[in-house]
């Protein structure tokens, strides 16, 4: 069985005819990798559109574009936005990687007297409120090394040629078991709040836990979405979860099944390499009941 630790990112073609205006928005908007300025100004016309229909800007769409901002020297938006997720959403020096384009100015570059000003008056306005989550924020911040760390390991072990087929079988039982207590941890945070930890609903987490959510739909499919899909479909109608996520467990399960949860894809989406492999000339759902079923649950019944 083939094992798979990089995030899905397969299917990029617009989809409006299954989506809403705001779905199709969002998507532009997480779908678009800023090449140059003209690009940026486009994005920007996006992100201020969003706020416009939303009544406010989405954090996560800012955080997410901070480092466009910063390339493209779009200052004051840069600053205002960081100050935003600073003081209303926890944004923390703590969980920068150091690799990001604005680290140094804004720790010893031109912005630090602004950031280290705005940092310490904003931050603990933040932390007041927020003192109990940071337990579960630094446990999600975590996940993706966690993940990493060792779902690499195994995946080494796992193709290692002196492996028998019995050996190989458990390691990908060991990573099947371990992806999934990952995901377990990520479902019980998730739990206790009634929705999934984002920036509107929680806190920012600034290293995503996507890929917990993908590894474990591609190993640990049925157990992880009856854990987790009651989630996504909360924050999905708080507007605090893109159509992506459901999108991307319709390209999970094409890739293992040639089939799909939401009929989120169209055969149109898929790329030629894929078409021509997996021989397919529709994508049906798994089963049609359910789709109907979630569809309505989402709110998609006139898309």
Do not use: C
């Given at each position: 069985?083939?094992?798979?630790?990089?995030?899905?990112?397969?299917?990029?073609?617009?989809?409006?005819?299954?989506?809403?205006?705001?779905?199709?928005?969002?998507?532009?908007?997480?779908?678009?990798?800023?090449?140059?300025?003209?690009?940026?100004?486009?994005?920007?016309?996006?992100?201020?559109?969003?706020?416009?229909?939303?009544?406010?800007?989405?954090?996560?769409?800012?955080?997410?574009?901070?480092e466009?901002?910063?390339?493209?020297?779009?200052?004051?938006?840069?600053?205002?936005?960081?100050e935003?997720?600073?003081?209303?959403?926890?944004?923390?020096?703590?969980?920068?990687?150091?690799?990001?384009?604005?680290?140094?100015?804004?720790?010893?570059g031109?912005?630090?007297?602004?950031?280290?000003?705005?940092?310490?008056?904003?931050?603990?306005?933040?932390?007041?409120?927020?003192?109990?989550?940071?337990?579960?924020?630094?446990?999600?911040?975590?996940?993706?090394?966690?993940?990493?760390?060792?779902?690499?390991?195994?995946?080494?072990?796992?193709?290692?040629?002196?492996?028998?087929?019995?050996?190989?079988?458990?390691?990908?039982?060991?990573?099947?078991?371990?992806i999934?207590?990952?995901?377990?941890?990520?479902?019980?945070?998730?739990?206790?709040?009634?929705?999934?930890?984002?920036?509107?609903?929680f806190?920012?987490?600034?290293?995503p836990?996507?890929?917990?959510?993908?590894?474990?739909?591609?190993?640990?499919?049925?157990?992880?979405?009856?854990?987790?899909?009651?989630?996504?479909?909360?924050?999905?109608?708080?507007?605090?979860?893109?159509?992506?996520?459901?999108?991307?467990?319709?390209?999970?399960?094409?890739?293992?099944?040639?089939n799909?949860?939401?009929?989120?894809?169209?055969?149109?989406?898929?790329?030629?390499?894929?078409?021509?492999?997996?021989?397919?000339?529709s994508?049906?759902?798994?089963?049609?009941?359910?789709?109907?079923?979630?569809?309505k649950?989402?709110?998609?019944t006139?898309?």
């Amino acid at each position: 069985m083939k094992i798979r630790f990089t995030l899905i990112t397969l299917f990029f073609a617009a989809f409006a005819s299954a989506q809403t205006p705001r779905d199709t928005l969002v998507s532009t908007i997480y779908n678009t990798y800023v090449q140059n300025e003209s690009e940026y100004t486009a994005l920007k016309k996006d992100i201020v559109a969003l706020k416009d229909m939303d009544g406010s800007y989405n954090p996560e769409v800012l955080h997410h574009n901070l480092e466009a901002m910063f390339q493209y020297k779009d200052l004051d938006f840069f600053q205002s936005s960081l100050e935003l997720l600073v003081l209303h959403n926890g944004y923390n020096v703590s969980y920068l990687s150091g690799q990001e384009n604005y680290y140094q100015a804004i720790i010893s570059g031109e912005l630090a007297p602004w950031f280290k000003k705005m940092y310490i008056e904003n931050h603990p306005k933040w932390l007041a409120d927020n003192l109990d989550k940071l337990v579960d924020i630094h446990t999600l911040n975590g996940l993706h090394a966690k993940d990493q760390n060792v779902h690499k390991a195994l995946l080494e072990v796992y193709h290692n040629g002196q492996l028998n087929e019995t050996q190989r079988t458990f390691v990908k039982e060991l990573d099947d078991d371990y992806i999934l207590k990952n995901g377990e941890t990520l479902a019980q945070i998730t739990k206790s709040i009634g929705s999934m930890p984002t920036a509107n609903s929680f806190a920012l987490i600034q290293r995503p836990y996507d890929l917990i959510e993908v590894h474990n739909f591609q190993q640990n499919f049925t157990t992880f979405f009856e854990m987790i899909y009651p989630y996504y479909k909360a924050s999905y109608l708080k507007q605090d979860l893109p159509i992506i996520k459901f999108r991307n467990i319709d390209s999970i399960k094409f890739l293992a099944d040639k089939n799909q949860v939401f009929g989120l894809l169209s055969v149109e989406d898929i790329p030629p390499y894929l078409k021509e492999e997996y021989n397919v000339q529709s994508i049906e759902s798994a089963n049609p009941s359910l789709t109907e079923k979630y569809r309505k649950e989402l709110n998609w019944t006139e898309l």
